[in-house]
């Protein structure tokens, strides 16, 4: 039998397989990549063998929408799918050999929905996935239930957060970690508060660069700021890509009422966009983007890998009626 995982290298895709592996250790074949690269599936081999006992895929936080091509053939190639997201997933296939798990509420996340599946044993690493996936009000509600003080809630906010902020980046130079390294690193800990107090983990080495990213952001060319839209955009550079989502999160949540888009430049002067729904009306961003050829996303978080200059003003017209 070969295994293979399949994951998002944000903080939602990472420590979904991080709760899964610490409750079912796999010896498996990470596939994996910067959070925009999500037509991952495609890199799982097909081998025509119709054998359905020689292939087991966990595909993990990446759209199934996206994959929808990839998905049939290893179906077809006989390959046992375990599935699980909160994206976009248009229409799901029925094959015995597809264990799909899909929620698209915009106040879940794939960390959250394999939680439930695994009853909870691994619960403090779901609640740190939710916080790097902005579902702030959520991931607050967990963690008092959870009977976790606010200094520890605190504390897994800000280990989601810097992983989610690792995964950002045109390629992989643009990170600190890649994000199977980084899987590697995390899954050793037995909870995110082990990860937390050791000096040496990569959270402390995040967290300084992140802090460094951070403040150059505050610099960012304002493009439109009105009662519906705040929109800015960043330079191209390294710094610039990797902050763009945790920087728009933070915005979205300084700015409940107002969609907010981040425009970073990509080398070729596309743009790679960002966008945050409002965090008082969570819908339709992945909508919204899906309209752009390079675009997709959920209903609260979405974007556009490569935006031509010339479709910009389309983008902000779009996004201010959509929430106007």
Known sequence: MTYYDVFNGDADGILSLVQLRQVQPRDSIL?????????????????????????????????????????QAQLTDGADVFYADHHRSGNIPQ??????????????????????????????????????????????????????????????????????????????DDLHFEPANLYNNLV????????????????????????????KAQSAVVVNDDDTLLALELEDAAWARRISGVFGNQLANQNPDKAILILTQNTDSSYRVSLRAPINNKQGAGDVCSQFETGGGRAAAAGINNLPQTELKSLLSLVSRFYG
């Not at 991952?40 to 966990?58: A, E, F, M």
């Not at 050793?188 to 403040?215: G, M, R, V, W």
Request: proline share 3%; net charge negative; with cysteine.
């Open 95 to 172: 094959q015995v050999n597809l264990n799909a798990n899909i929620d698209l509420d915009a106040n879940t996340c794939t960390a959250l929905i394999v939680d439930k599946l695994l009853n909870g044993e691994k619960h403090h690493w779901a609640i740190a996935a939710a916080y790097g996936d902005n579902l702030i009000s959520v991931a607050d509600s967990l963690a008092k239930t959870a009977g976790l003080s606010e200094t520890e809630a605190e504390q897994l906010k800000e280990l989601g957060v810097l992983i989610n902020y690792n995964g950002y980046g045109e390629s992989l």
């Open 31 to 71: 596939i994996t990549g910067v959070k925009r690269d999500i037509e991952l599936l495609k890199q799982v081999p097909i081998d025509g063998s119709s054998n359905s006992s020689g292939k087991t895929i966990t595909v993990l936080d990446v759209s199934m929408e996206k994959n929808k091509a990839a998905l």
């Open 188 to 215: 050793q800990y037995p909870s995110p508060f082990d990860c937390i107090s050791d000096q040496h983990s990569p959270f402390h080495l995040l967290k300084n660069a992140y802090q460094s990213d951070l403040k």
